[in-house]
């Protein structure tokens, strides 16, 4: 069975296949799972037992502190790692670097696995430790943008949305595998064992899942909106001076076209893809990362209540991330982002208050709503819109850029600034202060913003 996968244009690309459609869809998600099995993996790690690992000579707070700031630092290697591999992928293709950056993540996350402690070589432990991160942080910064953009051009204009969520998906099942892992060690190890062996086990098993990702991506085709852009010719993107030498070029059909998307001012669309990122990104921060850390530390909680709250909140997530995706279908982009950053405004303080009560069940409820409405919702919402909001011909670029600063700005950032916060005031409003703040950056960018279903994704300028 063959359907028509993008909107036609004046370029030639190949007809893609519904089987076409469902490969690129297990990459996407085999990828995007293992990105951020390795995210959750790695927070986890930290808020549980690295800061006893890596960082036994100082007290619990500033080992979580350390902890978190290590943590953090990948985020700044996702950036580097989004405008080289961005740029990749808008000049040769989105194929070829979804490749490389599984290759990169998985390798750095099995050798997390095996570093050795403090406790054996002191300070190279930690230096080891970041050098990974960075490793790992650079592939991971454009891992799932490429995804993203991918799982977009390849789905039809009327199924974007719950095809494109299919990528939220991924980050739910890595997510749930992590924390189901986590649980799994914190409920059955002893504390010895799980600082001497046990934390290993989880890196050395995300192994097998790169390996299978590797296979599956060596058969998918390329995106089919790539080959129809007017500037791609023989599977590379025209440069700006060969598109500015062919300008008066007969022979070179769509040159008018292209000149136009190249004049176009940039920056507008960006601005309002990073405001949509920060709050989701913000809110995966503190629910998904801090919180774990700060239940254990801070609210002397068993340390099995976050991770099974967390491991809840991803099952429900399997329901709520395509009934997101859905709803941005069938009523737009925009009043979903607008309704799920403002209820998740208001959630915030209710929130904090059954945190912080000690009832395990009311903790748990707690946690499993904010994951699910301001984290995974938004997360379905993003992976389209962000898609729809860029041209073709900077689309992987721009959508990469606009997901890592925002990470950098909001989750990396967020949970070192919540721990300080939390420290020097011994109290939990920062954390619903961070919570409204984000998501109301978030409302604001998609009320100024322009409504993007159904966009014509082979068009090479922005939206707006």
Known sequence: MTESIAPPTTGQAEARSTRDLAKVAISGWLGTAMEFMDFQLYSLAAAIVFNKIFFPDVSPVIGLIAAMATYGVGYVARLFGAVYFGRMGDRIGR?????????????????????????????????????????????????????TVMLAEFASARRRGIISSLVCLGTNSGTLGASALWAILVASLSQEDLLSWGWRIPFLASFVIMLFAVWIRRSIKESPVFEQRADVVDGVALTKDKIKTAAKAPELAGTSTIEAALHQKKGKSFLIALGLRFGQAGNSGLVQTFLVG???????????????????????????????????????????????????????????????????????????????????????????????????????????????????????????????????????????????????????????????????????????
């Open 95 to 147: 194929k070829k670097v979804l490749y490389i950056t599984i290759a990169l993540m998985g390798a750095s996350t099995t050798l997390i696995g095996v570093l050795p402690t403090y406790a054996m070589v002191g300070i190279w432990a930690p230096i080891l430790l970041v050098a990974l991160r960075l490793i790992q942080g650079f592939g991971a910064g454009a891992e799932i943008a490429g995804a």
């Open 294 to 464: 700060y239940l254990a530390t801070v609210l002397l909680a068993d340390k099995t209540v976050g991770t099974n709250a967390i491991m809840y909140g991803s099952l429900l997530g399997f329901v709520t991330i395509p009934v997101i995706g859905l709803l941005g279908d069938r009523f737009g982009r925009r009043p979903l982002y607008l309704a799920l950053s403002a209820l998740t405004a208001v959630f915030a303080i209710p929130m904090m208050l059954m945190i912080t009560s000690g009832n395990t069940a009311i903790i748990t409820i707690a946690m499993v709503i904010g994951l699910n409405l301001g984290v995974l919702s938004l997360f379905a919402m993003e992976s389209v819109t962000m898609a729809e909001f860029f041209g073709a011909r900077t689309r992987f670029t721009q959508l990469a850029l606009a997901k890592e600063i925002g990470g950098i700005l909001a989750t990396a950032i967020g949970p070192l600034l919540a721990a300080t916060l939390t420290a020097v005031t011994g109290h939990w409003w920062p954390l619903a202060a961070m919570l409204i703040g984000y998501s109301l950056i978030t409302l604001v960018s998609a009320a100024v913003g322009p409504e993007v279903r159904g966009r014509d994704l082979v068009r090479l300028e922005d939206a707006v």
